[in-house]
């Protein structure tokens, strides 16, 4: 997959960005060397640099839809019980009230934000994918006042950005039970777990986006694998921003503490 992305970085000219979307799980993956940030840091040296990257996080949920808009968005610490070198991570990317103003003129359901900020679902993976952060950031918030999909056709009015060359990124986690956490190292994933990734994983190659918005339908693993949608929203996002003939590129695949799906793929 990698490899793929780069002969997309060094081939014809083109402002047109691919979709990402990142399993984020343990925020601890911001300060610690695993597979899942090594991952991320090969991804983003990948991808074809961005004019701005916008997030789609599990982690803001509002009342309507907003985008945020400031110049310089605050690195938010949304956790507890973490050690204190995570809390004193600081991502300085700039914000931009230009592209936020874009966005909004998009989809003009979307307000704009002065308020939030940068989670950890965002700078956990651009603090990896992005060490530099001289690239602007900005959030787009999941709609918590409407479902599933009604926000994958609110969010699809924003396609047209990839062109102006936004890097779109969803963060979250297709399996997100914390419930049912194994805290031991190399934790054996819970089998539903790994039917549930499995089942979404071919819908993603078969390109079945509506049977990836009614996952509920996939039976008694989808509800032991997204028991709330905050985490699983953001692939919805990643999916509505990207076009029919596109097919995702998995990395990251496999189950972190048991119940927290990593499966990542790039679209486009």
């Known amino acids: 997959m990698l490899n793929e ?3 997309f970085q060094d ?4 402002s047109r960005m691919p979709v990402v979307f990142a399993g984020h799980g343990n925020p601890m993956n911001a300060i610690t060397d695993t597979p899942y940030s090594r991952a991320w840091k090969q991804v983003g040296e990948a991808l074809p640099a961005p004019a701005a ?4 996080s599990a982690h803001w949920m509002t009342h309507g839809s907003y985008v945020t808009a400031m110049p310089k968005p605050r690195t938010i610490h949304d956790f507890g019980g973490f050690p204190r070198d995570l ?20 989809e003009p359901r979307i307000a704009l934000d002065e308020e939030w900020g940068l989670d950890h679902g965002t700078w956990s993976v651009l603090v990896h994918m992005f060490p530099k952060a001289d690239v602007p950031v900005l959030q787009v918030s999941l709609n918590g006042a409407i479902g599933p999909e009604a926000e994958y056709a609110l969010l699809r009015n924003l396609r047209p950005l990839r ?4 890097l779109f990124v969803g963060s979250g986690n297709i399996v997100h039970n914390l419930r049912t956490v194994r805290f031991q190292e190399n934790a054996e994933p819970f089998d539903w777990a790994e039917e549930f990734d499995a089942d979404v994983a071919g819908l993603l190659e078969r390109g079945d986006h509506e049977g990836l918005i009614h996952y509920e339908r996939l039976g008694e693993a989808a509800r032991l694998s997204v028991p709330t949608d ?3 929203r953001p692939m919805l996002a990643a999916l509505a921003l990207s076009d029919p003939d596109e097919h995702p590129r998995f990395f990251n695949e496999g189950t972190d503490l048991g119940s927290i799906g990593m499966r990542s793929f790039v679209m486009g």
């Open 5 to 7: 992305l780069r002969a």
């Open 163 to 166: 062109e102006r060359g936004v």
């Open 53 to 56: 990257i916008v997030c789609i």
């Open 11 to 14: 081939g014809a000219p083109t």
């Open 230 to 232: 905050e985490h699983y």
């Open 87 to 106: 809390f004193e991570v600081v991502y300085p990317a700039p914000g931009s009230p230009e592209m936020a103003a874009e966005v909004a003129a998009a």
